[in-house]
């Protein structure tokens, strides 16, 4: 039995989910901030984008997940053809790793030993976007003959993919950390900066996910999943 998967098809439903998970994270802001119903019988956190261990929470890791496994399909496909792999085998580590953080929330036990170390505030008071800040420069750095070398519209996609991901896990990151430092996280403001940058990841993962599968199709004429008894 063959199941054969089509990039635009896949990332036009997970546009679509994301929107529908956006929908719905609007109808809790407007619950919470507006008629003042915070738990609206368990509606409200499970579709919070600000809350953890929720709906969009279990979206976003299960999308890393996706993520990590194709770059790892694609690291085996290389490996098996002779080819360089190593960028790619990296890649899927460092995608695994950020669905373990997204899950368990990593990246914010750094926020307190961080910022009384260097006494961070500001855009700098969420302190864990800087040793992540810096861990992506040199990333970015390393990575840029081996973006040189893909095709290029390929190049294109991981850029716009990455620069969308990026826009929402650390600059509405910087901006949501001054804006609870100065005013708190109970108002409507700082629940727009959350959903600005969940938003953002999500919409750069679902590109990141059309990208590696697209590359999967030109590279093996076809992308099926086969099922054998």
């Known amino acids: 039995m063959n199941i054969e998967i089509h990039p635009k098809e896949i990332f036009i439903k997970l546009l679509c989910f994301i929107f529908f998970l956006l929908l719905l994270n609007f109808l809790t802001i407007i619950s919470r901030f507006y008629f003042g119903y915070d738990f609206a019988h368990g509606l409200v956190p499970l579709f919070n984008f ?106 294109i996609l991981f850029l716009v993919s990455g620069a969308t991901f990026i826009l929402g896990a650390i600059g509405f990151e910087l901006f949501g950390g001054r804006h609870f430092e100065l005013y708190g996280n109970n108002n ?27 590359y999967i199709v030109d590279q093996l004429g076809s992308f099926q999943i086969t099922l054998k008894k």
């Open 50 to 155: 600000g809350a953890e261990k929720n709906i969009p929470t279990l979206y976003s890791s299960l999308a890393l997940l996706t993520s990590s496994l194709l770059l790892m399909a694609i690291t085996l496909f290389h490996k098996r053809n002779g080819d360089s792999y190593y960028y790619w085998q990296a890649l899927a580590i460092i995608f695994f790793f950020l669905c373990i953080d997204e899950t368990a929330m990593l990246h914010e036990k750094l926020i307190e030993p961080v910022r009384e170390s260097l006494n961070t505030s500001g855009l700098l008071y969420f302190a864990w976007v800087i040793p992540y800040g810096l861990a992506l420069l040199v990333l970015i750095t390393t990575y840029i003959n081996f973006l040189r070398q893909l095709p290029n519209m390929t190049m």
């Open 188 to 214: 409507a403001t700082y629940a727009l900066f959350q959903t600005c940058e969940e938003s953002l990841e999500m919409l750069g993962i679902a590109i990141f996910i059309y990208t590696l599968l697209t």
